[in-house]
């Protein structure tokens, strides 16, 4: 019996796992390969169709490249962003616990409702957004409706939910840094900037490949933001692969092509982080 | 004294039970899913306590599940996993698909039964027929028409109001409510919704889909007149807002909030617009620029092919209630969906509606000229696509007869797939 013990303690959470991420993994890959609508009761096998299907298609290469633009610009500007003002905000002052507390704040906020509340300050007539610039004389911008300004919208409100989470890893990532080493350099000379990038920057690496394979993963399915403040428009400028995905699935009635799309997506994000292991992972040290 | 006091109120609490679960047993529960808030919710909540204060064996469960795309994408993910409800709303393009896949049970039997068949108006008939078989009841009949913000119209410089019945009186009305109000944040007209587009285009000699045939008219030439001129509005003339064309409700938002001169909507905003707009508001029937034509819109509740057979006869008994006039009457009086019971108009809500809320009743005089739509299976993709491709075009990002063109190709490879 204390043999099982450890086997009984787990089961329940290896039971959830499997519930609700084996076992739909698994159905998706079998569904990818069928063709379905989620009413026939038939579901006929069709092999590769799907996915020569989603490869001709090019709202499907549009979706690529829009996500590949969005992790390419907004996870650096997150994790930059980050770092920089969790340096800020290092020292525990009542200021510094107050300004983490507000900026953690759009993390546990519902994301639809900040997506809502961001259409209207972002709306060409009545937004605040251009209320602003024309206080200043400047015109105004078509923020959802241009192609260009409705991709970094997303990007600008994405990294405002986000954002406070990334600050709170980095200030443990930076406190957990000993800070004999900050007086050692300090002794040899070392000024501000350079100790920041030879000391700070190698020892916070750790918390920066985890933020990295993490904030990669979460640009990757972004959703809620687009779907709820621009549906992937305007015409398919903002069209990420998962509002792809729950179109091709949800709207359209192609289940077969949206599990195809998600098994794609599935590899692609494994391959990412095979990838981020083999570059970043060897430049990564845990010890000081 | 006791005991027998312990044993006589046992006995009760027993005798309760025991009826309270005959009753139970005996109750039939019918799911109905449906799509309406505000107080288009209260008036159906109504109906519903009317039809239960008369079937007490029969209890509706009525749940407001968003809108009419919101009802598809939920009832897909919850018939595989056998929790769908037993009748649901759904919209009258988009129902083809369902009846096509056997997920909608027949209702011919039981509506050659029913005497509300008689009193059904032609187009309510209609509407429900699909491949020949009746697979949905209208509920909220539909079509668009024009409403103007008269008081916008006389700052315009408007003292009567000038005809709105061409595509170009429209325009030559927008760009002088615009220019005049413009620095006020007003605008001429509010970019059209995918309904009223389609109506337009009705409007304009021709139709998305021949409603005949089903055969693909996006190509067409008057088909892509119509949409050249919508999207005009907005990327030429600067008379409708570019907010409307990336997030369509906002139009009818502006209008409510008295920020918008014209806007082409459904006659079931007509409850909510006159709360809105009182005495300022005149509803004008659609733009007829080449012969009038108008959709019917709306939505019928169905019956879920895998409902009980005893709850598929409490849900056919509850659409009809519903159809019936006196509900009939009260959902017209309440939200401005036009009737689709012939005897509806003899109720006293509807005739005090009629006396009471002028324009109420445009939608009824346009039925001489409205159609039921084109519904085969297609019909879902093609109004799911419509919406980028209409964003190209009227954000000046695509030529119209390019796209046009191209999306008619892709519908008809689409309706090839479907039909296979």
């Given amino acids: 019996m204390p043999r099982l013990t450890p086997y009984l303690l787990v089961a329940p959470l290896i039971a959830f796992i499997a519930v609700f991420t084996y076992i739909p993994i698994v159905t998706s890959l079998d569904l990818s390969f069928r063709e379905w609508d989620f009413l026939s009761p038939e579901k006929p096998w069709v092999g590769l169709a799907n996915y020569r299907q989603l490869f001709a298609s090019h709202s499907f290469w549009q979706a690529v490249w829009v996500t590949a633009v969005f992790v390419v610009i907004s996870v650096p500007i997150r994790l930059g962003l980050a770092l920089a003002v969790a340096n800020l905000l290092l020292r525990e002052t009542r200021g510094s616990r107050i300004l983490r507390a507000a900026l953690f704040l759009p993390s546990v906020t519902s994301t639809v409702s900040i997506a809502v509340v961001f259409s209207w300050v972002f709306a060409t007539d009545v937004g605040l957004a251009n209320a602003a610039l024309e206080a200043v004389g400047l015109p105004r911008l078509r923020w959802l409706q241009d192609p260009t300004l409705a991709l970094a919208v997303i990007i600008i409100v994405n990294t405002w939910k986000q954002l406070g989470y990334d600050i709170i890893i980095y200030i443990a990532g930076l406190q957990a840094i000993p800070t004999e080493l900050y007086d ?11 100790v920041f990038r030879r000391v700070t920057v190698p020892l916070v690496m750790p918390t920066t490949y985890f933020l990295l394979v993490v904030s990669v993963i979460e640009a990757f399915q972004i959703f809620a933001i687009v779907d709820v403040m621009t549906h992937g428009g305007p015409a398919g400028a903002t069209n990420m692969l998962v509002v792809e995905l729950y179109k091709i699935g949800f709207s359209l009635f192609d289940i077969g092509q949206g599990s195809a799309l998600a098994v794609l997506l599935f590899v692609l994000l494994v391959a990412l982080a095979i990838f981020k292991a083999r570059v970043l992972g060897r430049r990564v040290h845990y010890e000081a | ?7 006589a109120g046992l006995a009760a609490v027993a005798a309760l039970l025991t009826s309270t679960a005959a009753q139970a047993q005996a109750q039939v529960d019918v ?11 209260e008036a159906l909540n109504t109906i519903v306590e009317r039809f239960e204060a008369t079937n007490p064996d029969i209890h509706i469960e009525p749940e407001h599940i968003g809108n009419y795309e919101e009802i598809v994408t939920q009832l897909q993910a919850a018939i ?22 056997g997920v909608l049970m027949d209702l011919t039997p039981y509506m050659d039964a029913d005497p509300l068949k008689q009193n059904l108006y032609p187009f309510a008939q209609e509407i429900g027929i699909y491949n020949g078989k009746n697979y949905i009841v209208p509920f909220n009949s539909s079509t668009p028409v024009t409403y103007v913000n008269r008081d916008i119209f006389k700052r315009a410089g408007f003292d009567e109001l000038p005809p709105l019945t061409t595509f170009a009186e429209i325009t030559a009305a927008a760009k002088q409510i615009q220019e005049r109000l413009g620095e006020d944040g007003i605008r001429g007209i509010a970019a059209p919704g995918q309904f009223t587009r389609w109506g337009l285009v009705m409007g304009n000699g021709s139709d998305l889909v021949d409603r005949t045939t089903n055969e ?3 190509d067409t030439p008057k088909t892509i007149d119509a949409y050249k001129w919508m999207a005009s509005l907005v990327k030429d003339e600067h008379v409708a807002s570019e907010d409307n064309v990336t997030d369509e409700d906002s139009g009818g938002e502006q209008f409510l909030a008295g920020k918008v001169g014209i806007i082409f909507n459904s006659t079931g905003n007509f409850g909510g617009n006159y709360r809105a707009l009182g005495d300022n508001l005149r509803v004008l029937p659609m733009p007829c620029n080449d012969g009038c034509s108008v959709p019917i819109g709306g939505a019928g509740i169905g019956i879920l092919d895998s409902a009980d057979q005893e709850v598929k006869d409490a849900a056919y008994k509850f659409i009809s209630f519903a159809a019936s006039p ?26 005090e509606a009629m006396a009471g809320q002028p324009g109420i009743d445009v939608a009824i005089k346009q039925l001489d000229v409205a159609h039921g739509r084109a519904r085969p299976p297609f019909v879902t993709w093609m109004r799911t696509q419509e919406y980028d491709l209409w964003q190209a075009m009227a954000l000046g990002q695509r030529d119209v007869t390019e796209v046009m063109t191209e999306f008619a190709d892709q519908t008809r490879a689409e309706a090839a797939r479907l039909s296979q």
């Fill in chain 2, 1 to 7: 004294m006791l005991p027998k006091l312990h044993i």
């Fill in chain 1, 184 to 194: 050692a350099a300090s002794v040899d000379g070392g000024r501000r900037f350079h």
């Fill in chain 2, 31 to 41: 799911t109905f899913w449906h799509s309406f808030g505000g107080k288009s919710e």
């Fill in chain 2, 326 to 351: 006196e509900s009939n009457a009260l959902w017209f009086a309440t939200t401005g969906y036009m009737p689709i019971n012939r005897l509806t108009a003899e109720e006293p809500v509807a005739k």
């Fill in chain 2, 216 to 218: 693909v008219m996006l």
């Fill in chain 2, 80 to 101: 595989p996993a056998g929790r769908g409800p037993d009748a649901v709303i759904m919209e009258v393009t988009r129902y083809g698909l369902f009846a096509d896949r």
